[in-house]
């Protein structure tokens, strides 16, 4: 009944301008902003709806992931851009912030409301 559906992911932010600016400054997304909504444009027609939430909590796991052909660029290109890469307990990282041991490489970091995202590379 919805296989044909253009469905779509969304997630909360505490501030829709900050979130703005970081999706489109920082990581060079193409967004709009309609009835207070921000839209994220991804490769593929894909959209994401980014919705405010006053009292937003951020998700304890990862709400976007970007795949890169080479996530070593990635990591330097984001850092350039003032993006500081998280690290966790038990996954060990090097010391860009790259996970390597086991499945894809990959290396997560916040947006500016505290979301989980992630570039991660195809081993």
Known sequence: MLGS????????????????????????????????????????????????KPHHTPATFTVLNFPVDDIDAAVDALTARGVVFERYPGMEADEKGIFRGGGPYIAWFTDPAGNILSVLQDR
């Open 5 to 52: 559906s253009k469905a779509f992911s969304g997630f909360a932010v505490n501030d829709i301008e900050k979130a703005k600016r970081f999706y489109d400054e920082t990581l060079g997304l193409e967004t709009s902003v309609e009835h207070g909504l921000l839209t994220l444009r991804l490769a593929g027609d894909t959209r994401v709806l980014v919705y405010p």
